[in-house]
């Protein structure tokens, strides 16, 4: 079971305990609560020369998911577990509308001066915003975490398993693709290119197979833009049959198919391009930092028999994995990155005239969009995120409530918490 962080009145952290112990430590008046994600509750009394057990914060990074994990290696237990899901494409996405909007405006020729194309400068080290947005909520957590936990050390996947590579550096084009990159590399590019789902069905959670999308009997290559999923099922029925013959009766699917053939893994990219500047990152942290590679992961899981989720991968993280490793009753929380709103002075419509020009206050009677409350009104008692307006009444889901019925639980931070369970979403945790 995910365990309750806990700090002393200095805001030192101490070993995180039992929901059940922490229950006591609230009902006892001997703690009160310090933060609700992660739950966290502060003594009020000061430890003095406090015995900890360090704990190994653990990442597997992704595009768009990042796994957390903090493990304490010398009982092998798995204390808080988490998966971060990162705004990169929104950020690409409004970035490019931006640029849209510019270059019309540009295009009207209504400019009273000379556009100035070379008045802009990149710092040195500079990282394009969706891949920056990564790095700092990953930094932002292992910073986070390190308040509430004692943390010393931490794992995270660098490289991917390709021992091509390592005994060849110089290799490269046919003979690369020949190599080992052939066995494990490509079979994980092709499992996260096709979402490991068949690509002629869709279905998932099934045994699936390597499938050439233009035969090899008939002159097809083992070349990752002609490799795709299938199940045992579809694999059989086309047999050696040509792609276009085989979804005669399906072109939708036809059309699917050939499109995501040809499209390049743009989440695989963002990794690799990320990876070296956050094991930089994190190494200026102080903490020693260990590297693990994708294959090993993929091994220490296999081994354990555990499932492929976000939380499990990164606890899997390195040669420091346990080789047991306890996992019951951990329920992983679930962080979505949402930004702290935006830098708009005034909303613009599709060509890039302003709608109105009302400046909007960020905050009323104390309150912020994003905040978490709990409000018990005549009515019945709500919880969740709120959405101020500049009247006493609040957006409380599908509820308008007044300020006075509301308690804070937790102040808006640029991230949305929940506990989900197969679809479930549970109540904020510990009561």
């Known amino acids: 079971m995910s365990k309750v962080f806990v700090v002393d009145t200095n805001s030192q952290p101490l070993d995180p305990v039992h929901p059940a112990r922490a229950r006591i430590l609230l009902h006892g008046g001997k703690a009160s609560v310090f933060r609700m994600y992660p739950f966290t509750i502060i003594l009020k009394t000061e430890v003095l020369e406090p015995e900890v057990q360090p704990l190994r914060i653990k990442l597997d990074p992704g595009s768009r998911t990042t796994g957390i994990a903090l ?113 494990y590399e490509i079979r994980e590019y092709v499992l996260e290119k096709w979402q490991r789902a068949c690509a002629y069905c869709e279905a998932k959670d099934v045994p699936l197979q390597i499938e050439h999308i233009h035969p090899r009997a008939k002159g097809g290559t083992n070349r990752v833009s002609n490799l795709c999923l299938a199940c045992e099922k579809c694999n059989t029925a086309k047999g050696t049959q040509d792609i276009a013959v085989f979804l005669k009766k399906k072109p939708e699917v036809l059309k699917k198919i050939q499109a995501q053939a040809k499209k390049p893994l743009k989440d695989a990219t963002a990794v690799n391009s990320t990876r070296w500047k956050l094991f930089e990152r994190l190494k200026a942290t102080g903490l020693p930092v260990e590297c693990g590679s994708g294959g090993l992961t993929r091994y220490n899981r296999t081994t354990r028999n555990l499932p492929k989720t ?56 104390g309150y912020r969009t994003g905040d978490m409350v709990k409000a018990i009104t005549p009515k019945g008692t709500y919880w969740g995120r709120i959405a101020i307006r500049h009247r006493p009444s609040f957006r409380l889901g599908k509820t308008d409530v007044h300020p006075k019925y509301m308690r804070r ?23």
Request: net charge positive.
């Open 409 to 431: 639980l937790h102040r808006a931070d640029g991230y949305e918490y929940t506990y989900e369970t197969k679809g479930v979403r549970d109540a904020p945790p510990h009561g």
């Open 71 to 183: 493990v304490n290696d010398a009982s092998a237990e798995v204390v808080f577990a988490a998966e971060l899901d990162h705004r990169g494409q929104t950020v690409k996405a409004s970035l490019d509308d931006r640029r849209a909007v510019r270059r019309s405006r540009r295009q009207r020729k209504t400019r009273y001066r000379k556009a100035r194309w070379q008045n802009r400068t990149r710092a040195q080290g500079w990282f394009p915003p969706s891949l920056e947005s990564r790095l700092a909520n990953v930094l932002t957590w292992v910073n986070r975490l390190s308040w509430y936990a004692p943390i010393s050390a931490i794992s995270m996947e660098l490289v991917r398993f390709d021992m091509q590579l390592m005994e060849n550096p110089e290799v490269s084009g046919v003979e690369y693709q020949q190599g080992s990159l052939a066995g």
């Open 310 to 365: 976000h939380w499990l991968d990164a606890a899997n993280v390195g040669t420091s994995t346990p080789v047991v490793l306890i996992t019951k009753g951990i329920k992983p929380l679930k962080i979505k990155a949402t930004g702290h709103g935006r830098r708009k002075m005034c909303v613009t419509d599709a060509d890039g005239f302003p709608k109105h020009h009302k400046e909007r206050k960020s905050s009323y009677m």
